[in-house]
């Protein structure tokens, strides 16, 4: 069973910086841990969920509009733990971030089609910008 844990959420003021990670463990044995679909989404307060990063088997990464040129999708194959660099962090960033794993997408060279197909997630860490 793929498990997903995300840790470095907390307060910081408007400008600030945080890195998130995101711990995998229980994906198939066998594959590198980056050969897979994953990717970073959040979630505010009374709104929907949104993603914010993707990073794909052949290392594309792809951002949402508002974060570009502020966060940073990493991964560190050795400690099996994806990331995600928030810089320059404003209010409106405040929410609850997500990562997600597609434990499928190793076998379509870990490219990331559909986001529905994102099979694991992680109970969140919240992110809170104060102005």
């Known amino acids: 069973q793929v498990r997903l844990v995300e840790s470095g959420g907390g307060s910081v003021q408007d400008g600030g910086s945080l890195t998130l990670s995101c711990e995998v463990s229980?994906?198939?044995?066998?594959?590198?841990?980056?050969?897979?679909?994953m990717a970073w989404f959040r979630q505010a307060q009374g709104k929907e969920r949104e993603g914010v990063a993707h990073?794909?088997?052949?290392?594309?990464?792809t951002y949402a509009d508002f974060v570009k040129g502020r966060f940073t999708i990493s991964q560190d194959n050795a400690k099996k733990i994806l990331y995600l660099q928030a810089n320059s962090l404003k209010p409106e960033d405040t929410a609850t971030y997500y990562c997600?794993?597609?434990?499928?997408?190793?076998?379509?060279?870990?490219?990331?089609?559909?986001?529905?197909?994102?099979?694991?997630w992680g109970q969140g860490t919240l992110v809170t910008v104060s102005s």
């Open positions: 997600a794993v597609e434990s499928k997408s190793v076998f379509n060279g870990g490219l990331c089609f559909n986001d529905d197909a994102l099979d694991a």
């Open positions: 229980g994906l198939p044995s066998g594959y590198s841990f980056s050969s897979y679909c």
């Open positions: 990073i794909e088997g052949d290392g594309t990464r």
